[in-house]
Each structure stands twice: as C-alpha cells, then as structure tokens.
Nanobody, 115 residues
Framework: QVQLVESGGGLVQPGGSLRLSCAHS????????MAWYHQAPGKERELVAA???????YYADSVKGRFAILRDNAENAVYLQMNNLKPEDTAVYYC?????????WGQGTQVTVSS
C-alpha cells in the first residue's frame, strides 16, 4: 500500500527543537521531489521545505536558517529538523510529494510551540 506516515511532533517551548519523520512506501516517493507542508488553524496548507531526488533543497522564507529537510532513500524516509522554533510554527505538519498529490495526504503530526 502506497502511503506516508508522519511522526515526531509535540509540544516544545520557543527556541526549542524537534525532528519530524516521514516514513513512506512506494517507489514514487523515492523518485520524486518530497516536501513538508504545514497548516495552522484557520489557514491554508502551505509549503515549508522541499528536497529533490538529488538533494537540492528549497525553504520558505519563514523557516530559512532554522529548518533543514533531509531524505534517506535507503530508509524510505524524509526528515524535517526544526530548530529555534517560534510560536508561529505551530501547525499540523504533513509530508507529500512536491507538488503534492491529494490522495497521499496523511494524518500529519501536530507541532505546538508554546511556553
């Protein structure tokens, strides 16, 4: 079954760090560009970071210098290392292809940044 499963979210204080993981099954995810997206309450889902098959990365301006996206095709995984977290990073985080396929949206993982 082709699917994506996100994990690693939680509650963290401002300035803290989290590492999100996305486990994927299906060749399409090892071949295509992958990305992390987030959706804050009352807002549209938006792209946070993306990585191509050969490792070229893209970051939204709001996370540049704080987040890092990595992929391990041998382990069928994509990661998002989030440092210096801010309250405005609070959202549900999802992984998907870039551009995303509607049928591959998973449950996401909640990240809450609060003191």
């Amino acid at each position: 079954q082709v699917q994506l499963v996100e994990s690693g979210g939680g509650l963290v204080q401002p300035g803290g760090s989290l590492r999100l993981s996305c486990a994927h099954s299906g060749t399409i995810f090892s071949i295509g560009a992958m990305a992390w997206y987030h959706q804050a309450p009352g807002k549209e889902r938006e792209l946070v970071a993306a990585i191509t098959r050969n490792g070229t990365t893209y970051y939204a301006d709001s996370v540049k210098g704080r987040f890092a996206i990595l992929r391990d095709n041998a382990e069928n995984a994509v990661y998002l290392q989030m440092n210096n977290l801010k309250p405005e990073d609070t959202a549900v985080y999802y992984c998907n292809l870039s551009p995303p396929f509607r049928k591959y949206w998973g449950q996401g993982t909640q990240v809450t940044v609060s003191s």
